[in-house]
């Protein structure tokens, strides 16, 4: 249960560093993009609810698992890391993005 605690300090977190590239964008990819990528962390949030709800349900038949519980479980955390991955690649381009100059074409 403890780790219920957790999740919205980094979805928050992330979505915060998503927000501020956003504002800060230069190359015109990110300012495309715009806020967008900020959902990706709260999407994670909510897949690792599922995860955790899933597990804690496995955890109170130990001597039964349900497969199905951990097939969910399974997926919500596969979902919960890609989400959090593409919402770092944003945010690491963007950072990057914003230490090159601009050249004359814009790019």
Do not use: H, S
């Amino acid at each position: 249960w403890i780790d219920l605690v957790f999740m919205p300090a980094y979805a928050f977190f992330f979505a915060g560093l998503a927000l501020t590239e956003a504002r800060l964008a230069r190359a015109p990819w990110a300012r495309r993009l715009g806020a967008r990528p900020a959902a990706l962390p709260l999407g994670a949030w909510l897949c690792d609810v599922v995860e955790n709800l899933a597990l804690l349900r496995v955890l109170a038949n130990t001597t039964q698992p349900d497969a199905r519980l951990l097939a969910v479980a399974g997926v919500a955390a596969t979902l919960k890391f890609a989400l959090l991955g593409l919402c770092i690649v944003y945010i690491v381009g963007a950072v990057l993005a914003r230490r090159r100059p601009i050249t004359a074409g814009g790019a």
